[in-house]
Every structure is written in C-alpha cells, then in structure tokens.
C-alpha cells in the first residue's frame, strides 16, 4: 500500500527513530511503512493519522487490485 507517511514525517522534521517511539513500534517498522514493504495494524494507522492531524484515507493510499 502507497503512503505518505515518509514525505509527512519529513515536513515535521522528526527522525524514523523518534517517531518509531512516539508510534511504540520499531524504527524498522518504520521505514518497512514508508517504503510499502509493510502494512499497519488498523491500530496503528490510527495512530499515525492522529500524530499527523490527518485522516486514514489522506496518508494511506489503497490500489486496488483488479
């Protein structure tokens, strides 16, 4: 799944590591996240969509598949 995830955390200028704390999850989490190799729990898309003042759909973007 696309996210934005990397490209917001940027903007907040906040390293993987410290927002790997913030989230309870690893830094490998993370950048597993970021570069679409992993998908978060519902609980944490939640998480990151509440520390990113976003909704779910704005930082997660599902392709379907046809």
Known sequence: MKNR???LRKQKGISQE???RVMKVS???ISSIENGKYNP???LAFAISDYFQMSIEEIFI???KV
Do not use: I, K, M, N
Request: negative net charge.
């Open 41 to 43: 729990s519902l609980e």
């Open 62 to 64: 599902y392709e379907r």
């Open 27 to 29: 830094r490998q989490t």
């Open 5 to 7: 995830v990397e490209s």
């Open 18 to 20: 410290s927002f790997a």
